[in-house]
């Protein structure tokens, strides 16, 4: 799901990282679906749908990997 090649820096400072799913439904979905099994997720970064995109977002980079990580293990991606 996640890229860890394709992180972005933001004007911000901050970091991050867009999945792609195949609509917005699909997105809503995906994110409905990590927010069970990784709820503290909030204290480090943001997850967030924009369209078809779920969007990852950290203050750091190091986080933002660790937490891609977690989530790139912690379900079955969407077809």
Do not use: W
Not at 12 to 27: E, L
Not at 40 to 61: K, P, T, V, W
């Amino acid at each position: 799901m996640f890229n860890n090649e394709k992180i972005n820096q933001e004007p911000n400072g901050g970091f991050s990282c867009a999945a792609a799913c195949k609509n917005a439904s699909a997105a809503r979905n995906l994110r409905s679906r990590y927010i069970g099994p990784v709820r503290q997720i909030s204290m480090f970064a943001d997850l967030y749908c924009s369209g078809n995109l779920l969007i990852l977002e950290s203050h750091d980079r190091e986080t933002l990997l660790r937490i891609m990580d977690v989530l790139n293990h912690s379900i079955e991606p969407l077809d």
